[in-house]
T-cell receptor
Framework: GAGVSQSPSNKVTEKGKDVELRCDPI?????LYWYRQSLGQGLEFLIYFQGNSAPDKSGLPSDRFSAERTGGSVSTLTIQRTQQEDSAVYLC????????????FGNGTRLTVT | AQTVTQSQPEMSVQEAETVTLSCTYD???????LFWYKQPPSRQMILVIRQEAYKQQNATENRFSVNFQKAAKSFSLKISDSQLGDTAMYFCASRGQGGSEKLVFGKGMKLTVNP
């Protein structure tokens, strides 16, 4: 079946502009995650959605970052007034509920802020 | 705070040899899950193996196996008969700490398999 789909795969934007990154999870997966991976670094947790519960936003680095998940499916990560330090790969993952369920990752969006 | 530590930033191994990647974690929970993920240059994160903390038996998936030492909070990955395609970043991760289902990753380790 189809995996996690992210778009765009690459995005170049000017400092100060807003960007939207899209994630289409695997059908039937109730949990959706956003991570950020800076060059050569590990994965930094950003936000987590589970069903109809309030999202865990504890990883969002500033109020310029926000995310929503519409209809329990597609999610959009928005970065306002982008800064050069926002340049990174943004990875989305989805899973079934339950702590033992593995995450399935998309290929990520590489964001470059010039 | 939840932490996962991978102390070796980089390793190399000869093709067909065995290599062990180390990982330690910190948790106050009794029930949690541990994972190893692989990220080749294509950037795609791939699940390698998963371990349930309440299971004493070490998980095995073909050439990949873990050495899970619960008391020591250690979760190492052993790759047997290394192949060129095993060249990738490897990330250790834990889930279920503190009641959250978020997956917490270590900083990763770059493994290079040489011909």
């Amino acid at each position: 079946g189809a995996g996690v789909s992210q778009s765009p795969s690459n995005k170049v934007t000017e400092k100060g502009k807003d960007v939207e990154l899209r994630c289409d999870p695997i059908s039937g997966h109730t949990a959706l995650y956003w991570y950020r991976q800076s060059l050569g670094q590990g994965l930094e947790f950003l936000i987590y959605f589970q069903g109809n519960s309030a999202p865990d936003k504890s990883g969002l680095p500033s109020d310029r970052f926000s995310a929503e998940r519409t209809g329990g499916s597609v999610s959009t990560l928005t970065i306002q007034r982008t800064q050069q330090e926002d340049s990174a790969v943004y990875l989305c993952a989805s899973s079934l509920s339950g702590k033992g369920s593995p995450l399935h990752f998309g290929n990520g969006t590489r964001l470059t802020v010039t | 705070a939840q932490t996962v530590t991978q102390s070796q930033p980089e390793m190399s191994v000869q093709e067909a040899e065995t290599v062990t990647l180390s990982c330690t974690y910190d948790t106050s929970e009794s029930n949690y899950y541990l994972f190893w993920y692989k990220q080749p240059p294509s950037r795609q994160m791939i699940l390698v193996i998963r371990q349930e903390a309440y299971k004493q038996q070490n998980a095995t998936e073909n050439r990949f196996s873990v050495n899970f030492q619960k008391a020591a909070k250690s979760f190492s990955l052993k790759i047997s008969d290394s192949q060129l395609g095993d060249t990738a970043m490897y990330f250790c991760a834990s889930r279920g700490q503190g009641g959250s289902e978020k997956l917490v990753f270590g900083k990763g380790m770059k493994l290079t398999v040489n011909p």
